[in-house]
């Protein structure tokens, strides 16, 4: 089955530390993993893709295809970064649609 | 990117009515969706709004209950029919975007629906 984890509901760090979102996934084939955020009153925005292999934020995500994971890290938090996390996986053969895990919220604190 | 814009942006509505919500996009898309995010859950498919023909559901969701129309490729509603307070949760309108090399799938603002 086709299938999103992220183990954790709540991740909150003080401003400065490091951060990292977990997100596992279930897939036989090759698929695409995203990384969505939403901000407070904003609507859900693509943060970054696998495939680009980008930082974007200070962020990076590295697909683990051994550990069938992507987790989100940032080396210091910024408080502008507390949001809602959602870890997406599109299944390989041309777009289709987005499957997503339960999200993770982050609350960096001063 | 694509600008995308549901109305309305929030509802309270009685048990037993129906809501249709409405979603416009500034651009011509082929691929369009709309999802459900109930309160304190992950985003969940409802369906696939085909421009020209039925909507193509997901496990779990009928026509009946949510029927989708697609007029063109700019335009899309989604209808809560014979609401119950289970349906509240916000809804989601979403497309997907094609560029030089890659897809990029965009979001809706929501309507975030209350039944009573």
């Known amino acids: 089955a086709q299938r999103v984890t992220q183990p954790e509901k709540l991740l909150s760090v003080f401003k400065g530390a490091p951060v990292e979102l977990k997100c596992n996934y279930s897939?036989?084939?090759?698929?695409?993993l995203f990384w969505y955020v939403q901000y407070s009153r904003q609507r859900l925005q693509l943060l970054l893709r696998h495939i680009s292999r980008e930082s974007i934020k200070g962020f990076t995500a590295d697909l683990n295809k051994g550990e069938t994971s992507f987790h989100l890290k940032k080396p210091f938090a910024q408080e502008e970064d507390s949001a809602m996390y959602y870890c997406?996986?599109?299944?390989?053969?041309?777009?289709?649609?987005?499957?997503f895990g339960a999200g993770t919220r982050l609350a960096v604190h001063p | 990117s694509a600008v995308i814009s549901q109305k309305p942006s929030r509802d309270i509505c009685q048990r037993g009515t129906s809501l249709t919500i409405q979603c416009q996009v500034d651009?011509?898309?082929?691929?369009m969706f709309w999802y459900r995010q109930q309160p304190g859950q992950s985003l969940t498919l409802i369906a696939t709004a085909n421009q020209g023909s039925e909507a193509t559901y997901e496990s779990g969701f009928v026509i009946d209950k949510f029927p989708i129309s697609r007029p063109n490729l700019t335009f899309s509603t989604l209808t809560v029919s014979n609401m119950s307070p289970e349906d509240s949760s916000i809804y989601l309108c979403?497309?997907?975007?094609?560029?030089?090399?890659?897809?990029?799938?965009?979001f809706g603002p929501g309507t975030r629906l209350l039944v009573l």
């Open positions: 651009s011509q898309v082929t691929m």
């Open positions: 897939y036989s084939g090759s698929p695409e």
């Open positions: 997406a996986l599109l299944p390989g053969g041309g777009y289709n649609k987005l499957i």
């Open positions: 979403s497309v997907v975007i094609s560029g030089r090399s890659q897809e990029t799938q965009y």
